[in-house]
């Protein structure tokens, strides 16, 4: 069974950091793309950050340097750091797992596994 774990959310000041984990289990963890997404009350799910099995990332353009995808293959875990949050960045932060067919990085459909979410709230 594929399951998806995330951790790390909470409330922090503007300007403040956090660190989300998403511990993945039940498939060949080196084998697929993960990614980031968040949603924010009454709006759409986007797409965050995004990182292949051999390690090339890409950011959308509202968090390029400020948030920074890893992953530790040998614990099986993604991470996002995320700096220098503002309010707008409240949401709650899904991480999923990639379909192998998926030609679009972040459009949802192409995600077949998602885990619970974790969220995450910037104050003013």
């Known amino acids: 069974e594929v399951q998806l774990v995330e951790s790390g959310g909470g409330l922090v000041q503007a300007g403040g950091s956090l660190r989300l984990s998403c511990v993945v289990s039940g498939f060949t963890f080196n084998d697929y793309a993960i990614a980031w997404f968040r949603q924010a009350p009454g709006k759409e799910r986007e797409g965050v950050s995004y990182?292949?099995?051999?390690?090339?990332?890409h950011y959308a353009h509202f968090v390029a340097g400020r948030f920074t995808i890893s992953s530790a293959n040998a614990k099986n875990t993604v991470y996002l750091q995320m700096n220098n949050l503002k309010p707008e960045d409240t949401a709650i932060y899904y991480c999923?797992?990639?379909?192998?067919?998926?030609?679009?990085?972040?459009?949802?459909?192409?995600?077949?596994?998602w885990g619970q979410g974790t969220q995450v709230t910037v104050s003013s």
């Open positions: 990182i292949t099995s051999g390690g090339s990332t």
């Open positions: 999923a797992v990639q379909n192998p067919s998926a030609t679009m990085i972040f459009v949802p459909y192409e995600y077949d596994y």
